[in-house]
C-alpha cells in the first residue's frame, strides 16, 4: 500500500508521490508569537512532527520548514496592552512555544525562519506582483487584486461575489474591498521598513510566500496548518505565490482543533490551557499520547476526564515494558513495524488505528508474560518500541527516559529508600507477620508507590 494523504485542495485522499524521489519537503505555518501557547497551538506541532517522522521511517530525507510570525497587528496590539516592545513580547512567546514543542517531544525544524528576517524576499515579491499586474500601491499600502486570479477561493470553496475579505485598521485605497492587504504602510509608533513604496511593515500573509520561496523553491510537497488557516491564510497565499509564478504547494493537509465546550480553543475566548501549565500536571508524554493519538483531521474535546483516559491507557502500554524488561533486559526497538502499524500509517496518518496495533501487541506480550515465554516477551517488545519510537513515545528512549538529570539522581535515591522499606517488608512477610507487611504496603501507597509483587521480587512504580 502507497503513503496516502487527504489534500484539502482536491478533497479526497490522495497517493502521496514526492515531486523529486526518495525526499519530501513540508512547510508548516507556524506560532503568530502575541501570546504563550495552550495545547491547541502545540496539537498542529505534534501532528506534523508525527508525519515527519513516519516519513523519515518510510526512507524519506525530509525537509520540514516551521515559519514564526513575529510580526503583525496582535503583536503590535499586545506590546501596547503591556506597556513593552513589541519585540520583547515576540521573543518571549517564541520561546515559550519552542519550550512547549520541546516539552512534547517534537523534533526540531530543518529551518524555523522568522518574518522580520525576510523583509527583502517579501519586497521583491511584491514588485514582481505589481509588474504582472496582479497587485497594487495604494496610500503606502500593497495590496493583492483577487479577480486577477482566476481560481482564488478553490481551497476554501467559496463564491468570490459573496466574499467578506477580513481587513485591519487604515487598510484604505482599495480597489476592491475583497482584496487584501500584502503590505501595510507605516503608522506612528510602530515597526517598519523601507521599501519601493514608502515605510511599512508586512502583512500577514505575504511572510509566508516569501519564505517558502527561498527556502523550498517554486514547488514543495505539503502545505500544513490548522483548519482555521483555510481562509484568508492558505488562500491568500495561494493566490500570491501563483500569481508570481510558483507551482506552490502539491498538497494542503489541515489539523483540527482542540475544542472546548464545542468551540475552538483560543485565546480570545479566554478558554486556553497552556503547555506551561498542562506539563505541571501532566506528564508531557501523556500530554503527547492525548493530542497526537487522535486522528488529526478529528477534533479533540478537552476535558481532564478524557486526559485520565489516555493516562490509563499509556500507563498500560508502560507497565508491558517496565515488566518485560524486568523479565528479558533492554531490548532494541525491531527493524520494522508490524505490517498492520504500517498499513494503518499509510492511510491517511491513521494513528488510532496504529495505536490499536500498539495496544494488541501489549496484550499479546502481557499474555507472553504470564506464560514465562521470554522469546515471545522479547519479540513483542521489539515491536511495541519500534512502534511508539515512530510516534514520538518510547519511554525509553532517552527523550523522555532523561541522561543524568537532576530527575534520574533523585529516582536513584527514591529507589534506594524504597528497596529499604521493601526489605522490612519482606523480612515481616517471611515472619509471617502479615499485618506488619500490608501496614508498609499501605503507607508506601500513601506516599504515592504502588507495589507490585512479582516472581522476581517486589517492584515499585509511582502511583498516578
Excluded at 83 to 94: D, L, M, R, V, Y
Excluded at 115 to 135: D, S
Excluded at 340 to 359: I, K, R, S
Aim: charged content about 25%.
Amino acid at each position: 500500500m502507497s503513503l496516502r494523504l487527504y489534500d484539502t485542495m482536491t478533497r479526497q485522499v490522495r497517493d502521496f508521490v514526492p515531486l523529486v524521489p526518495g525526499c519530501v519537503s513540508i512547510y508548516l505555518c507556524g506560532a503568530t508569537v502575541q501570546a504563550p501557547p495552550h495545547i491547541g497551538h502545540i496539537r498542529s506541532g505534534l501532528n506534523f512532527d508525527v508525519m515527519q517522522r513516519w516519513f523519515r521511517y518510510r526512507g524519506y530525507e525530509v525537509t520540514f520548514v516551521r515559519n514564526v510570525t513575529d510580526i503583525d497587528d496582535k503583536v503590535i496590539a499586545k506590546g501596547r496592552e503591556q506597556s513593552t516592545e513589541w519585540w520583547k513580547i515576540a521573543h518571549a512567546n517564541e520561546r515559550a512555544f519552542n519550550e512547549g514543542y520541546d516539552a512534547l517531544g517534537c523534533l526540531p525544524p530543518s529551518a524555523e525562519p522568522r518574518a522580520t528576517g525576510h523583509v527583502p524576499e517579501m519586497i521583491e515579491m511584491m514588485r514582481g506582483l505589481i509588474e504582472r499586474g496582479h497587485a497594487y500601491e495604494a496610500d503606502g499600502n500593497v495590496y493583492f487584486a483577487v479577480t486577477t486570479y482566476r481560481d482564488y477561493l478553490a481551497l476554501s470553496n467559496q463564491e468570490l461575489e459573496n466574499l467578506r475579505q477580513p481587513s485591519g485598521d487604515n487598510e484604505t485605497g482599495k480597489r476592491d474591498p475583497r482584496d487584501f492587504a500584502m503590505w501595510k504602510a507605516a503608522k506612528p509608533g510602530e515597526p517598519s521598513w523601507e521599501t519601493p513604496w514608502g515605510r511599512g511593515r508586512p502583512g500577514w500573509h505575504l511572510e509566508c510566500s516569501a519564505m517558502v520561496h527561498k527556502y523550498l523553491g517554486t514547488s514543495f510537497d505539503i502545505h500544513g496548518g490548522g483548519l482555521d488557516l483555510i481562509f484568508p491564510h492558505h488562500e491568500n497565499e495561494i493566490a500570491q505565490s501563483r500569481a508570481y509564478g510558483d507551482d506552490f504547494a502539491n498538497f494542503w493537509v489541515h489539523n483540527a482543533w482542540v475544542t472546548m465546550s464545542g468551540e475552538k480553543m483560543s485565546k480570545s475566548l479566554g478558554n486556553s490551557v497552556l503547555v506551561s501549565e498542562m506539563v505541571q500536571r501532566w506528564r508531557p508524554i501523556v500530554l503527547r499520547y492525548y493530542l497526537a493519538g487522535p486522528h488529526y483531521r478529528s477534533m479533540i474535546e478537552y476535558s481532564e476526564e478524557s486526559l485520565r483516559d489516555a493516562e490509563t491507557a499509556f500507563q498500560r502500554i508502560e507497565g508491558f515494558i517496565e515488566r518485560a524488561v524486568e523479565r528479558c533486559g533492554m531490548v532494541d526497538a525491531a527493524p520494522e513495524v508490524p505490517l498492520a502499524f504500517a498499513e494503518a500509517m499509510d492511510d491517511d496518518l491513521g494513528v488510532p488505528q496504529a495505536l490499536a496495533v500498539v495496544h494488541t501487541a501489549v496484550r499479546q506480550g502481557n499474555s507472553a508474560l504470564g506464560a514465562d515465554d521470554k522469546e515471545s516477551t522479547a519479540a513483542r517488545l521489539g515491536e511495541v518500541r519500534a512502534m511508539l519510537g515512530v510516534l514520538g513515545l518510547d519511554p525509553l528512549d532517552e527523550m523522555w527516559a532523561g541522561g543524568g538529570s537532576q530527575g534520574e539522581e533523585l529516582t536513584g535515591v527514591v529507589d534506594a529508600l524504597v528497596a529499604l522499606v521493601l526489605e522490612q517488608r519482606q523480612a515481616a512477610r517471611a515472619r509471617k507477620d502479615f499485618a506488619t507487611a500490608d501496614a508498609i504496603r499501605d503507607q508506601l501507597g500513601h506516599a504515592g508507590l504502588a507495589i507490585e509483587d512479582t516472581p522476581s521480587g517486589p517492584r515499585w512504580t509511582i502511583n498516578q
